[in-house]
């Protein structure tokens, strides 16, 4: 049984800094594909930034510059440092993971669609 849990979301203001962890258990196997998505209410849920078993990385444009996805393998756990910090950043964060390593390569690593397991989320408030 996977199970993802978020932690880091708060409060902050804009052009501020938060980082975000993803804690990881009961994933099997060497390939996998991770990602950040956000989910603004009235709104779809998004890719912000991914990551494969290769460590290769992608971001929305809408974060580039500004976030970094990273992992920690001997800690299974997933991070996403979130610096410049805007109020259209503000919503629910959520870790998804999925055992199909190419994701990231074929394109479709941006799609909520493209992952099996979730985390329930945290909230990253920015005000103005």
């Known amino acids: 049984q996977v199970q993802l849990v978020e932690s880091g979301g708060g409060s902050v203001q804009a052009g501020g800094s938060l980082k975000l962890s993803c804690t990881a258990s009961?994933?099997?196997?060497?390939?996998?594909?991770m990602g950040w998505f956000r989910q603004a209410p009235g709104k779809q849920r998004e890719g912000v930034a991914v990551i494969d078993s290769d460590g290769n990385t992608g971001y929305a444009d809408s974060v580039k510059g500004r976030f970094t996805i990273s992992q920690d393998n001997a800690k299974n756990t997933l991070y996403l440092q979130m610096n410049s910090l805007k109020p259209e950043d503000t919503a629910m964060y959520y870790c998804?993971?999925?055992?199909?390593?190419?994701?990231?390569?074929?394109?479709?690593?941006?799609?909520?669609?493209?992952?099996?397991?979730w985390g329930l989320g945290t909230q990253v408030t920015v005000s103005s």
């Open positions: 998804a993971a999925d055992s199909r390593w190419w994701l990231l390569r074929v394109g479709t690593a941006y799609a909520a669609k493209s992952y099996n397991y």
């Open positions: 009961g994933f099997t196997g060497s390939g996998y594909c």
